[in-house]
């Protein structure tokens, strides 16, 4: 029943999004294959999206919001802070949790097609279900845009899971390649 509610909640989120949405992130690696939904147009200086992450036995589900702003010292940096609720389904385990965190997004001066981007999220033990200890999701991407409406771009990301039991729950380590659609 759980996966029916969840699908049927990420059907309807991913339909509104797209709606609205702002970019179409798609991203493939080794063990992984990656699509985020974005949009930064329901309301100014916030942005919102759904992101899904599938690998062999681990599937990965993502709602992040944020709040926005390009910082007055620098235009070329913005700062966004906010949380991500997360759902993974990792063998017979269903964990759900709730992240705080932020992202910056620097576009480089002397090149402005090119693009950094960096973004951090952590949930300690009681923002976790199923005895984990933490969880981090850490992505680093560089980007440069191709066309009017379209990117290419490589990131490393880093999601992980502390279980209680001393080991690591590794759910993405590694490098992916993407396309970025823009709206």
């Known amino acids: 029943m759980k996966k029916i509610a969840l699908f049927i909640v990420s059907l309807l989120t ?4 797209h709606s609205h949405a702002k ?6 690696g080794n063990d992984v294959f990656s699509v985020e939904v974005g949009s930064k147009n329901f309301t100014q200086d916030n942005e919102f999206s759904v992101a899904m992450l599938h690998a062999d ?3 990965l589900y993502s709602f992040k919001g944020l709040v926005t702003g390009v910082l007055e010292q620098n235009k070329n940096l913005e700062v966004a802070l906010g949380g991500k609720a997360y759902y993974i389904s990792f063998f017979d385990q269903d964990i759900q949790g709730l992240a705080l965190g ?16 960096g973004s951090v999220y952590y949930a300690p033990s009681p923002m976790l279900t199923d005895d984990l200890d933490y969880l981090t999701d850490l992505t680093i991407t560089a980007s440069y845009k191709v066309l009017k409406n379209g990117a290419i771009y490589i990131n490393y990301r880093n999601i992980k899971a502390n279980q ?4 690591d729950l590794k759910i ?4 992916n390649v ?3 659609f823009l709206f």
Do not use: Q, R, V, W
């Open 14 to 17: 991913i339909t509104t999004l």
């Open 23 to 28: 970019n179409l992130a798609i991203d493939i």
């Open 57 to 59: 036995d681990l599937h």
């Open 102 to 117: 932020g992202e910056l997004n620097y576009k480089i001066p002397m090149n402005e097609k090119f693009e950094l981007h």
């Open 164 to 167: 209680e039991s001393g080991s």
């Open 172 to 175: 993405d380590n590694g490098f």
């Open 178 to 180: 993407g396309l970025n």
